[in-house]
């Protein structure tokens, strides 16, 4: 009995040797497992601009003989305002019969380029009219012009958050139309040419959702799988120009509740948005009512200027304040857990949960960015992970993890930790304006356009494990 008991007192003597041995050994190769940290954030209620999204101001401009070009100081103070997207309407009244001018479209052009410079974006929209009494332009003529506008679409792409399909009867809206242009063959040609000539990345909209489903020849709405693929169904989006109006909307729905339930569903992968009408046959919308809807039908964005009966019921009832708040997303940090230290050529975990309160998601491409900042050097250091911020939906909390190895050569020292969300365009990839912000406290840095994570990583040999993957921070210039 006594040498059984000697016998297993020798195994574990040894088992735990052997296991202490291994530990040294993993610490001596720089093979040790370094720990997580966890962080907590404040939500925030501040009212704040971001891309793509929210109230926008209603423009219009006439190219050619009398334009009325977009004025910066103008445009800087609707973003001072918490603007971040204007509507802009061209009536091309002038170019009926014939071919846009060069002035015409060096007109365009320059507004693109105020528009750059002011921090903002547009809904676009061209039309040839601007009463029901007024002509449009025949087929081969609007065909023409969008041939035409294909270097400009190109060109300024970056500052066109979605473009309305238009050029059909009064307001560019397809309802009425001088020159026959209301035929489902018609407008799926216009379509059509719209999708050929604006670059791939950007979306158009349509006026009803019997439109789109009348041109894809399905009512099957765009899911997760098959949305951002470039496809046509994944590149049309909606507006309702009379949105809480009538039981119909003015006529903009002709099955209310299965469109309504078609734009439920797609609407997180598309843009919609629009303007309120004067109601006919109802009551104004209440507080209720229009954050139900929008929320339900997914609105991004909604014009500030029209139609001030309904929008400044809801200043009187007190719930604009979240109106513009939750117009299209608005995500705020909830926690986070990350590596407290890490080795040149280790592995650095990062851990984060985000919440979208507001009505929809992003609708463009966006980047995410990992960055680390030398705290003493200032140099950084940017990992973009397989992250699309699009998918991060209305009220179901996204879990983001990421595991990475850092440079072989990075100095060693502390690193504040940062996400980024930077618009993919070069041209605004670096400008703070242009990329989101997150509804936390004191976590945005506007000189950057950063997101601080709270947290500082320490990056000294031996910390942490070897790194064997593939996604590796790189130095940014």
């Given at each position: 009995m006594k040498q059984?008991?000697?016998t297993?007192?020798?195994?574990?003597?040894?088992?735990c040797?052997?296991?202490?041995k291994?530990?040294?050994t993993?610490k001596?190769?720089?093979?040790?497992?370094?720990?997580?940290?966890?962080?907590s954030?404040?939500?925030?209620?501040?009212l704040?601009p971001?891309?793509?999204?929210?109230?926008?101001?209603?423009?219009?401009?006439?190219?050619?003989a009398?334009?009325?070009?977009?004025?910066?100081?103008t445009?800087?103070?609707y973003r001072?305002?918490n603007i971040?997207?204007?509507y802009?309407?061209?009536?091309?009244?002038?170019?009926?019969?014939?071919a846009?001018?060069?002035?015409a479209?060096?007109?365009?052009?320059?507004d693109?380029a105020?528009?750059?410079?002011?921090?903002l974006?547009c809904?676009?929209r061209?039309?040839?009219?601007?009463?029901?009494?007024e002509?449009?332009?025949?087929l081969?003529?609007?065909?023409q012009?969008?041939?035409?506008?294909?270097?400009?679409?190109?060109?300024?792409v970056?500052?066109?958050?979605?473009?309305?399909?238009?050029?059909?009867?009064?307001?560019?809206?397809?309802?009425?139309?001088s020159n026959?242009?209301?035929?489902?063959?018609i407008?799926?040609a216009?379509?059509?040419?719209i999708?050929?000539?604006?670059p791939s990345?950007?979306?158009?909209?349509v006026?009803?959702?019997?439109?789109?489903?009348?041109?894809?020849?399905?009512?099957?709405?765009?899911?997760?799988s098959?949305?951002f693929?470039g496809?046509?169904?994944?590149?049309?989006?909606h507006?309702n120009?009379?949105?809480?109006?009538?039981?119909t909307?003015?006529?903009?729905?002709?099955a209310?509740?299965?469109?309504?339930?078609y734009?439920?569903s797609?609407?997180?992968?598309?843009p919609?948005?629009?303007e309120t009408?004067p109601?006919?046959?109802?009551?104004?919308?209440?507080?209720?009512k229009?954050e139900?809807?929008?929320r339900?039908?997914r609105w991004?964005?909604?014009?500030?200027d029209?139609?001030?009966?309904?929008n400044d019921r809801?200043?009187?009832l007190?719930c604009?304040?979240n109106?513009i708040?939750?117009?299209?997303?608005r995500?705020?940090?909830?926690?986070?857990?990350?590596s407290d230290?890490?080795?040149p050529?280790?592995?650095?975990?990062?851990?984060?949960?985000?919440?979208?309160?507001?009505?929809?998601?992003?609708?463009n491409?966006?980047?995410?960015?990992?960055?680390?900042?030398?705290d003493?050097?200032?140099?950084?250091y940017?990992?973009?992970p397989?992250?699309?911020a699009r998918?991060w939906k209305p009220?179901i909390?996204?879990?983001?993890?990421i595991?990475a190895?850092?440079?072989?050569?990075?100095?060693?020292?502390?690193?504040?930790l940062?996400l980024?969300?930077?618009?993919?365009?070069?041209?605004l990839?670096k400008?703070?304006?242009?990329?989101i912000?997150?509804?936390?406290?004191?976590?945005?840095d506007?000189?950057?356009?950063?997101?601080?994570?709270?947290?500082r990583?320490?990056?000294?040999?031996g910390?942490?494990?070897?790194?064997?993957?593939?996604?590796?921070f790189k130095?940014?210039?």
């Amino acid at each position: 009995m006594k040498q059984l008991t000697f016998t297993l007192i020798a195994l574990l003597l040894a088992a735990c040797s052997s296991a202490e041995k291994e530990k040294d050994t993993e610490k001596d190769s720089g093979q040790e497992s370094t720990k997580m940290v966890a962080v907590s954030y404040s939500p925030s209620s501040e009212l704040f601009p971001n891309p793509e999204r929210g109230f926008y101001k209603h423009t219009e401009s006439h190219p050619g003989a009398a334009p009325t070009p977009l004025n910066l100081n103008t445009l800087k103070s609707y973003r001072a305002s918490n603007i971040s997207l204007i509507y802009r309407g061209y009536y091309l009244k002038g170019f009926r019969n014939q071919a846009l001018s060069d002035q015409a479209l060096q007109q365009l052009d320059e507004d693109m380029a105020t528009l750059r410079a002011s921090g903002l974006k547009c809904i676009l929209r061209f039309a040839y009219s601007s009463s029901d009494s007024e002509a449009d332009a025949p087929l081969d003529i609007v065909l023409q012009h969008l041939e035409q506008l294909r270097p400009f679409f190109a060109k300024n792409v970056d500052v066109i958050a979605t473009l309305q399909a238009g050029f059909i009867g009064a307001w560019g809206e397809w309802y009425y139309s001088s020159n026959n242009l209301k035929t489902p063959e018609i407008r799926a040609a216009v379509l059509n040419k719209i999708l050929d000539v604006l670059p791939s990345q950007r979306t158009v909209q349509v006026r009803t959702p019997a439109y789109k489903t009348e041109y894809i020849q399905s009512k099957s709405p765009v899911t997760s799988s098959s949305a951002f693929k470039g496809s046509k169904a994944a590149r049309i989006g909606h507006h309702n120009d009379c949105f809480l109006a009538s039981p119909t909307d003015y006529g903009t729905y002709s099955a209310i509740e299965e469109e309504k339930k078609y734009i439920n569903s797609e609407g997180l992968y598309l843009p919609v948005g629009g303007e309120t009408c004067p109601p006919s046959g109802i009551d104004p919308a209440d507080c209720q009512k229009a954050e139900d809807e929008m929320r339900t039908l997914r609105w991004s964005f909604l014009n500030e200027d029209y139609y001030h009966g309904v929008n400044d019921r809801w200043i009187t009832l007190g719930c604009m304040d979240n109106i513009i708040r939750e117009l299209g997303y608005r995500f705020t940090l909830q926690s986070g857990s990350f590596s407290d230290k890490a080795a040149p050529a280790g592995e650095i975990k990062i851990e984060f949960t985000v919440n979208n309160s507001g009505y929809a998601c992003p609708y463009n491409p966006r980047k995410t960015e990992i960055i680390l900042k030398n705290d003493a050097s200032g140099a950084l250091y940017a990992l973009e992970p397989d992250v699309d911020a699009r998918l991060w939906k209305p009220r179901i909390p996204a879990e983001v993890k990421i595991s990475a190895g850092l440079p072989a050569d990075i100095p060693e020292g502390t690193y504040s930790l940062f996400l980024n969300l930077p618009d993919p365009e070069p041209t605004l990839a670096k400008n703070p304006d242009y990329a989101i912000r997150l509804a936390n406290s004191n976590l945005w840095d506007a000189t950057t356009g950063f997101n601080s994570l709270n947290h500082r990583v320490t990056v000294e040999s031996g910390a942490s494990k070897n790194y064997s993957g593939t996604l590796f921070f790189k130095k940014r210039q």
